[in-house]
């Protein structure tokens, strides 16, 4: 079945630093990815929806100039972390919609533990 | 914008016993309805899923029903066992949109 994929699973950075996170559709394409962000005991909260060769959609509260989206093709799109702090420590998770012959089922990569020191 | 509520926000139920879980959402305009499964530092396993056209769903212990009058749906997991403890959302969408989740329930099932 479709597979997204997600690296790193673990990152440490120094805070103040930047941190870029990949998101890849293994075996189909997709138009659009989404990215997730979420605290311990808490739920998925939506960041950002992602499109491809266009820019991305931030969700209320987000701030774009932080959290860089680059979907520069079907298979990829990033999330870059600039500046980090502490308080950006979370589990980023992204997914993909699937095409419609699969019931445009939504995959999920394995997310991205980041820690800020 | 779609608004999900979920309850309860945690559920202890013993070994064999039934578990249900109840969302509703704001957007009528949703028609798709997934429940995942979450443990510990990974990503959400979709464990069922039902659109607007159907009212019930299910697949061996676990099953979705879906009232889009009322804007809720539910799970119920019968037959429970201590490996179904984990973390459940539910979420709601339109194709092609994000999925709006909700806060999650905290299942423990006791031997």
């Known amino acids: 079945g479709a597979v997204v994929s997600q690296h790193p699973s673990r990152v440490i950075c120094k805070s103040g630093t930047s941190v870029k996170i990949e998101c890849r559709s293994l075996?189909?394409?997709?138009?659009?990815m989404f990215w997730y962000r979420q605290f311990p005991k808490q739920s998925l909260m939506l960041m950002a929806t992602s499109n491809e060769g266009s820019k991305a959609t931030y969700e209320q509260g987000v701030e774009k100039d932080k959290f860089l989206i680059n979907h520069a093709s079907l298979t990829l799109s990033t999330l870059t972390v600039t500046s980090a702090h502490p308080e950006d420590s979370s589990f980023y998770i992204c997914?993909?919609?699937?095409?419609?012959?699969?019931?445009?089922?939504?995959?999920f990569g394995e997310g991205s533990w980041l820690t800020v020191v | 914008g779609e608004n999900v509520e979920q309850h309860p926000s945690t559920l202890s139920v013993q070994e064999g016993d039934s578990a249900v879980i109840k969302c509703t959402y704001s957007?009528?305009?949703?028609?798709?309805f997934p429940w995942y499964k979450q443990e510990l530092g990974k990503r959400p396993q979709l464990i069922i899923d039902?659109?607007?056209?159907?009212g019930e769903k299910k697949d061996q212990r676990i099953a979705v029903t879906l009232n889009k009058t009322a804007k809720h749906f539910s799970l119920h997991i019968t037959e429970t066992q201590p490996e179904d403890s984990a973390v459940y959302f539910c979420?709601?969408?339109?194709?092609?949109?994000?999925?709006?989740f909700g806060k999650g329930t905290s299942l423990l099932v006791t031997p």
């Open positions: 979420a709601a969408s339109q194709s092609g949109y994000a999925l709006n």
């Open positions: 997914s993909a919609e699937g095409h419609p012959s699969s019931g445009n089922t939504i995959y």
């Open positions: 075996d189909f394409q997709a138009t659009t």
């Open positions: 957007d009528s305009a949703s028609n798709y």
């Open positions: 039902i659109r607007s056209n159907v």
